[in-house]
């Protein structure tokens, strides 16, 4: 998978605890997103970084909050999980910043992680 | 809004064409993307095609876009039981640093 490493790959948890999803690649890629996949919505922007300490927004950033505080570790953090955020989370990392092309549309995944907030 | 529609589900016989469609809503996208998705692994990049082009063609996937009604489709010609999988489209949105991903369209392929 590109050099990227999810960890954990599984997770059950309660609701109201905090959970944090790490994300690291060794590949040396300029930006990294969060995406969460459900049935029937596909997959969709948490956050994502476009470098270090620099993050925006994504589509259903509620609930969620990141970090990067170097390129190769991007930290996805519920505050206070609740059974919504039952779903599973990838991470996906572009442009390369070693071949100096931005080519950032293109992704490459994680495996992704199972979360279930009971 | 940004909304890229897909249909479900799709079930064909093996050698068969399959033909896997797309709807997106903003016209000013550069490129536009599949993506494949196998069973318990994340997505992998299966072809693009730039927006100032209507077909692109590589092996046996064919890519066709309708920049007028928005409209991608990606055609796989001999399907074999290993092209079974979760296709996504994805559009960028000009301006941004993200992709908008369709809902995925699961393939399933019979013998």
């Known amino acids: 998978d590109a050099g990227i490493t999810q960890s954990p790959r599984h997770k059950v948890t309660e609701t109201g605890t905090p959970v944090t999803l790490r994300c690291h690649q060794t590949?040396?890629?300029?930006?990294m997103y969060w995406y969460r996949q459900d049935p029937g919505h596909g997959l969709r922007l948490i956050h994502y970084s476009y470098g270090v300490k620099d993050t925006d927004k994504g589509e259903v950033s509620d609930g969620y909050s990141v970090s990067r505080s170097k390129t190769e570790d991007f930290l996805l953090t519920l505050e206070s999980a609740t059974s919504s955020q039952t779903s599973v989370y990838f991470c996906?990392?572009?442009?390369?910043?070693?071949?100096?092309?931005?080519?950032?549309?293109?992704?490459?995944f994680g495996s992704g992680t199972q979360l279930s907030v009971l | 809004g940004e909304d890229v529609e897909q249909s479900l589900f799709l079930s064909v016989r093996e050698g068969d064409s399959s033909v896997i469609n797309c709807t997106y809503t903003?016209?000013?996208?550069?490129?536009l993307y599949w993506y494949k998705q196998e069973p318990g692994a994340g997505l992998q990049l299966l072809t693009y095609?730039?927006?100032?082009?209507d077909m692109k063609q590589d092996q046996r996937l064919t890519v066709l876009l309708n920049k007028k009604d928005k409209h991608l489709s990606l055609r796989i010609a001999d399907t074999q039981t290993g092209d079974s999988a979760i296709y996504f489209c994805?559009?960028?949105?000009?301006?941004?640093?993200?992709?908008?991903f369709g809902t995925g369209t699961r393939l399933q392929v019979f013998p």
């Open positions: 996906a990392i572009s442009g390369d910043q070693d071949v100096g092309v931005m080519e950032f549309e293109k992704l490459f």
């Open positions: 903003d016209s000013s996208s550069t490129y």
């Open positions: 095609i730039f927006s100032n082009m």
């Open positions: 994805a559009e960028s949105i000009k301006g941004t640093d993200k992709l908008i």
């Open positions: 590949e040396n890629h300029r930006y």
